[in-house]
């Protein structure tokens, strides 16, 4: 069966402490988070790796949210595991332990079905891995976007910038796509990045919203106010995976309909932020986020 949006990155068991609350080896990572998302608008298939260790329960799980599983593989070791702490400034994650266990030689590979996908997205993981998964798709046919980390721009940049090239759209928070263009002005950080190739550059700004940069155009969309704050964890592989799924589901990859996708994909990190891990994101409904969404028509209307 062929996926409407292949999803490659990480899966994991997270270690979670925040000011309201901790949560041990819950199951995280980018690519569970981003497939989760998106599977509320379109058919995902992920491309990732997990050990022995990993409960079929999860798999199960997601197969039956309409997740593609053929392209995950169950190799011999334990799963990638992140600990991480928030303070009161909840912008920022303190990493306390990375164990990369079978994600350290993860050497991808998609599956037949899913290689003429017209979406994919690379979700934040080895650049390495990410240039394998474009050469192994109909790259030239389908709409690309990739995330990226600090990690990565500081061991693996030339690697990240030729996958940087090679496809439509880019995702970075604010931090980063500084540290990658070494240019303190967003504005002028995200031209940068669009001289490399791509159409679009999003830029995450946490609970300042997002900014979308084309060569010609700017916009920008407030994060949802939320009053209720307790793990932002995954937010932004929530907003990329939905994001990504919308445009998937209407096969609309104009500026227009990025903007309006932007829009479902603050609606739904919005909900991942309120509960430690994805416990509020597995609950949601499509009707949960059209009401999100409606709020966000209202409150960005000015005319």
Known sequence: MAPDLVIVGS??????????????KTLGGAATYAS???????????????????????LEFMRNRGILTDGI?????????????????????????????????FSPNVPESFRDAKFVFLGNTDPRVQLSVIEQMDIENCFAALDTMNLWIRISKDTL???????????????????????????????????????????????????????????????YPLENVVD???????????TMGWI???????????R????????VASFNAEQLGMSKLIEITREDVDERV?????????D
């Open 248 to 258: 998937a589901k209407t096969n609309d990859t104009r500026e227009s309909n990025l």
């Open 36 to 58: 989760i998302a998106a599977s509320l608008f379109a058919k995902p298939g992920v491309v990732s790796v997990v050990g022995k260790d990993f409960p079929e329960e999860h």
């Open 161 to 223: 910038t030729a996958a940087i090239k090679k496809v439509n759209a880019v995702f970075m928070n604010d931090a980063e796509i500084r540290m990658y263009t070494g240019t303190p002005n967003i504005v002028k950080a995200a031209k940068e990045v669009l001289k490399l190739g791509p159409e679009f550059v999003i830029v995450k700004k946490g609970e300042h919203g997002s900014l979308l940069f084309s060569e010609d155009d700017v916009f920008a969309t407030p994060a």
């Open 232 to 242: 932002p964890t995954g937010a932004g592989d929530s907003f990329e995976g939905s």
């Open 260 to 267: 309006k996708a932007m829009i479902f994909g603050t609606a």
């Open 73 to 105: 593989e169950i190799a011999d070791g334990k799963t990638f595991h992140w600990a991480g702490a928030y303070e009161y400034d909840m912008n920022e994650a303190h990493t306390l332990k990375t164990d990369l266990n079978v994600l350290e030689n």
């Open 11 to 24: 899966m994991a068991f997270d270690s979670i402490k925040t000011p309201f609350g901790k949560v041990e």
């Open 294 to 302: 409606e709020l966000m028509r209202r409150i960005t209307r000015f």
